[in-house]
């Protein structure tokens, strides 16, 4: 009550807060506001600009004939093709995945939590030396692809697998806290009612868990999109085959044809963007629902 009435008194003269004790003085506030909107333009902003003013400095034309460039075409096509292949895995295991962490308790669980998570401890690099390992010529598994005639590493195969790889925390890491947020209770409720499996997920888990599920998969479809190292290491490089598009923009950049790179990576900066437009418009539309998904973040 002490704090009520100090506040209304400090608001009545003007409006500042400063004598709450439990906020911060309004220097300190638009200091930490300042110095949060100064990082973001020059890390973020800035070299957006930039990349944007080298793609366009031979002007549209030279623009448009970097990216309608057959290797471009393909690298821009394997891009997506991974993305398409590497979203649908990454929700459906993901959701299951966070179902069982957050619902059951077993042993070994604190340990299978912190495997998840290695994927954002280990380098890219690792990840994909990781799959030479098991899927190369001398690999673990190199006898029976062998045998079967499959091919991982080289191929668009090896190039889904490391991106899997690296995306597959970005959906399980946000729908886990919002599982255990919302408890059992409704999903026990609609089983005691006779609810089946699929009536059970898709009537009462699915829309409590609908909009951390779509923040997930747009956090991983940026990361798929720009996916390096792993990729670089099982791609081989191959150009109009197994090059995506930040390994097209790489080897135009150690090549001198900084105009093309330079295009091309304002295409994968439009597609980031996209990504980002998408992700405004369901906070600006469903912010409610967001935030609450978000709330033990």
């Not at 004598?19 to 973020?44: K, Q, S, T």
């Not at 729908?175 to 898709?202: C, H, K, N, V």
């Amino acid at each position: 009550m002490r704090f009520r009435c100090c506040s209304r008194t400090s608001a009545g003269r003007g409006g500042v807060m400063n004598d709450d004790p439990i906020r911060e003085p309004l220097l300190v506030r638009w200091i930490l506001i300042l110095l949060a909107v100064g990082a973001m333009a020059l890390l973020v902003l800035l070299p957006l600009l930039m990349v944007l003013s080298a793609a366009f400095g031979d002007g549209f034309r030279a623009w448009w004939a970097a990216l309608s460039e057959p290797d471009a075409v393909a690298a821009l096509s394997l891009t997506l093709f991974t993305v398409a292949i590497v979203l649908p895995i990454n929700a459906i295991f993901g959701t299951l995945t966070a179902w069982a962490l957050a619902r059951f308790e077993f042993r070994g669980k604190r340990a299978l939590l912190s495997l998840i998570d290695l994927p954002f401890a280990v380098s890219p690099v690792v990840a994909g030396l990781c799959l030479v390992l098991l899927f190369g010529s001398h690999g673990w598994f190199a006898s029976v692809l062998e045998a079967l005639d499959i091919k991982i590493l080289f191929a668009r195969p090896g190039i889904v697998l490391a991106t899997l790889f690296i995306t597959f925390p970005f959906v399980v890491r946000e729908l886990i806290p919002l599982m255990e947020q919302q408890g059992p209770d409704e999903e026990l409720a609609a089983r005691s009612l006779g609810a089946g499996a699929w009536t059970l997920f898709s009537r009462v888990t699915l829309p409590n868990i609908k909009w951390g599920l779509v923040y997930g998969v747009l956090l991983c479809s940026a990361r798929a999109m720009g996916e390096f190292g792993a990729v670089s290491v099982v791609s081989g490089h191959i150009r109009g085959l197994t090059n995506t598009l930040p390994l097209h923009i790489e080897i135009l950049y150690n090549e001198f044809d900084t105009t093309a790179a330079f295009a091309a990576a304002s295409l994968l900066s439009g597609l980031a963007l996209i990504t980002l437009v998408v992700k405004f418009w369901l906070e600006a539309r469903h912010g409610d629902a967001l935030a609450s998904s978000h709330r033990k973040h």
